[in-house]
């Protein structure tokens, strides 16, 4: 079964800190893995997604995220933090070879809240 | 062009009635999704359409829950003799063949069962 973890409920980091927004996975196959990002108020926004080849992968808003497929991780990462970034990121995954397939939604985690302070 | 919509955007009901979601996917965009998001929780996937494919129900969470998807096109998703644990948001999304997972999400509609 496919699953989609995200450990902190919770991130605080003060502006033009590093961030970074964990996230593990497991899926029978190979992924293809996703970050949205939620901000207060307005739906949810793709923010960049891993397919295949290079593993870090560049997203908007300055973001990024490494896949690491021994740590089954995607890590969610941004050099220097701003205010205006803070809002609910979520992981999310599918297997690959199920594209098209009964199983062509995404599994979420339950979603991080990044706060960023001034 | 225009991207995915959803409509009402708020809802209140009394427990017992009956209520129709509507979602109008990005054109030309073959899949689509209903999501639920209730306060303090992720996504839980509910239905999901593909092309003329039969859906997807696996998410449902009862059978007063059920979608349709009429022309390939329009959605809109039933809930029958709603209850207060129905209370959430719920979002709708679409995607392209051409790129595969990446969803583009509706303002989602909020429903409040008294």
């Known amino acids: 079964a496919q699953s989609v973890a995200q450990p902190e409920d919770q991130v605080n980091v003060a502006e033009g800190n590093p961030l970074t927004v964990k996230c593990t996975y497991s899926v029978s196959g190979n992924p293809y893995l996703f970050w949205y990002v939620q901000y207060p108020n307005r739906g949810l926004q793709f923010l960049l997604k891993?397919?295949?080849?290079?593993?870090l992968v560049k997203g908007s808003y300055g973001f990024e995220a490494e896949f690491n497929k021994s740590q089954t991780s995607f890590h969610l990462k941004k050099p220097s933090a701003l205010v205006s970034d803070s809002a609910l990121y979520f992981c999310a995954v599918r297997d690959r070879w199920n594209y098209g397939g009964s199983q062509g939604n995404l599994i979420f985690g339950k979603g991080t809240k990044l706060s960023v302070k001034p | 062009g225009a991207g995915v919509s959803q409509s009402p955007s708020n809802k209140v009901t009394e427990k017992g009635k009956d209520v129709e979601l509507r979602c109008d996917p990005i054109s030309g965009h073959t899949a689509l999704y209903w999501y639920r998001q209730s306060l303090g929780q992720g996504l839980e996937f509910l239905i999901y359409?593909?092309?003329?494919?039969?859906?997807?129900k696996s998410g449902l969470p009862s059978d007063r829950f059920s979608a349709e998807r009429t022309g390939g096109s329009v959605s809109t998703l039933t809930i029958q003799r709603t209850q207060q644990e129905d209370s959430a948001v719920y979002l709708c999304?679409?995607?392209?063949?051409?790129?595969?997972?990446?969803?583009?999400f509706g303002p989602g509609t909020r429903l409040t069962v008294t």
């Open positions: 999304a679409s995607s392209s063949l051409r790129s595969p997972g990446e969803q583009y």
């Open positions: 359409f593909q092309g003329n494919s039969a859906p997807d």
């Open positions: 891993y397919i295949t080849g290079d593993n």
